[in-house]
């Protein structure tokens, strides 16, 4: 883009890279924490995903030993409500798991086996930790485009706003500097030849 080459370009060409530098380190300590923040946060999914998936595996084998598992339907408890509440990262909205509602189907409690209630409370625990997940994982997106974005904005100020503002300044400053060099030299030149015409009258 062409670009003035005057004083109050120069200077709003040096107000503009004043901004930028002091834009940057916001912008650059912002991306770090998002990338802390999103570390953090796949560390906290995979260790309850690890605990859903253990408690899930002693559910089973616990349900085995009845060796009537037929009698108890994964159907019997329904999500009724993920409850969430909202959060804020690096200006970031994000949900956070408060907890779960579910709904227990009506049963016949002369017709099934008494330990059906406890294996209705094990799975409501394996799928509170697998919403919970979800929940972070949502959270991990939402922190993502946040860090591309973030991103693009450093890349835009470190590789081009920057780099193309001083270069702009240089050429301002250049160009200035040779207009008044010219001045200098026209001044003298008019001088010169003032002087020649005013020996040459009284000569």
Known sequence: MAIKL???ELKAQ???LK?????????QLKKQQLQTEIRTIE?????IRANRDRLNADFQAW??????????????VEVREVKTSTGNIAGVSIPIFEGVEFERAAYDLYSVPP?????????EKVLSLDLEAQTLDEQVRLLQQELRTTTQRVNLFEKVKIPETRS????????????QVAAVVRGKISKKNLENAVQGASS
């Open 14 to 16: 040096k107000e503009s």
């Open 63 to 76: 349900i085995a030993v009845f060796g009537e598992a037929e009698a108890f339907a994964p159907e019997t």
């Open 19 to 27: 901004m930028y530098r002091r834009y940057l380190p916001t912008l």
């Open 168 to 179: 702009n300044i240089k050429k301002i400053t250049v160009y200035l500097g040779d207009q």
């Open 115 to 123: 330990w059906v209630d406890t294996a209705s409370d094990r799975l």
């Open 6 to 8: 005057t004083k109050n």
């Open 43 to 47: 560390i906290r999914a995979r260790e």
